[in-house]
């Protein structure tokens, strides 16, 4: 069965950076392109960059470009989510999810998500 | 970037209601638009996809509908597994878009 599974929760100074893993199983990990997305408190989601597991191209949300990594270890089916330069508001859950088949946006298998904090 | 406007944002419904989610767009995304379902802790549920189609695996009880650029999320007779956020989300062009979300609660 597919399962996304995501590193464990941060909490971080601002100024900091925080890498944020999803390990991917149950399917052919190359297969499928994954997503970043998160969600900050009392807020909805928002999508912030895609990646393309077989050769890492990656497109990113305007609002994160130069300031959000996203990268694949396709030996370990692992993608990372890295934020820079943390700022307050960056206190979110931080989900990874799966590509529905070829259509890219779309979402059928997702991580629970790691909390990540912001605090001083 | 285009807007996804949810509505209303909570509703109180008892089971076996029916509900109904409203998900506006403020330009033209064809039927390229998703619904979800989230329970706090879980992972979000991938309901409904191109306005209308139902993922595998999901209740017959949701049903999605498209009218130009509003969309409707309906539950028959909710269930108690249902108490949840429904999101809709756009995808056909970046940046992918949602809706602020409608959290149904028990009345």
């Known amino acids: 069965q597919v399962h996304l599974e995501q590193s464990e929760p941060e909490v971080k100074p601002p100024g900091a950076s925080v890498k944020v893993s999803c390990k991917a199983s149950?399917?052919?990990?190359?297969?499928?392109?994954v997503s970043w997305v998160r969600q900050a408190p009392g807020q909805g989601p928002e999508w912030m960059a895609w990646?393309?597991?077989?050769?890492?191209?990656?497109n990113y949300a305007r609002k994160f470009r130069g300031r959000v990594i996203v990268t694949v270890e396709a030996s370990t089916s692992t993608v990372y989510l890295e934020v820079l330069s943390l700022k307050f508001d960056d206190t979110a859950t931080y989900f990874c999810?799966?590509?529905?088949?070829?259509?890219?946006?779309?979402?059928?298998?997702w991580g629970r998500g790691t909390l990540v904090t912001v605090s001083s | 970037d285009v807007q996804m406007t949810q509505s209303p944002a909570s509703l109180s419904a008892s089971m076996g209601d029916r509900v109904t989610i409203t998900c506006r767009a403020s330009?033209?995304?064809?039927?390229?638009l998703a619904w979800y379902q989230h329970k706090p802790g879980e992972a979000p549920k991938l309901l409904i996809y191109?306005?209308?189609i139902l993922e595998s695996g999901v209740p017959s009880r949701f049903s999605g509908t498209v009218s130009g650029t509003e969309f409707t999320l309906t539950i028959t007779s909710l269930q108690p597994g249902d108490f949840a956020t429904y999101y809709c989300?756009?995808?056909?062009?970046?940046?992918?878009?949602f809706g602020q979300g409608t959290q149904v609660e028990t009345k």
């Open positions: 330009e033209g995304v064809d039927r390229w």
């Open positions: 989300q756009q995808y056909i062009r970046f940046p992918w878009t």
């Open positions: 149950g399917y052919t990990f190359t297969d499928y392109g």
């Open positions: 191109k306005a209308s």
């Open positions: 990646i393309t597991t077989h050769n890492g191209d990656t």
């Open positions: 999810a799966r590509d529905q088949s070829m259509v890219r946006g779309l979402w059928d298998y």
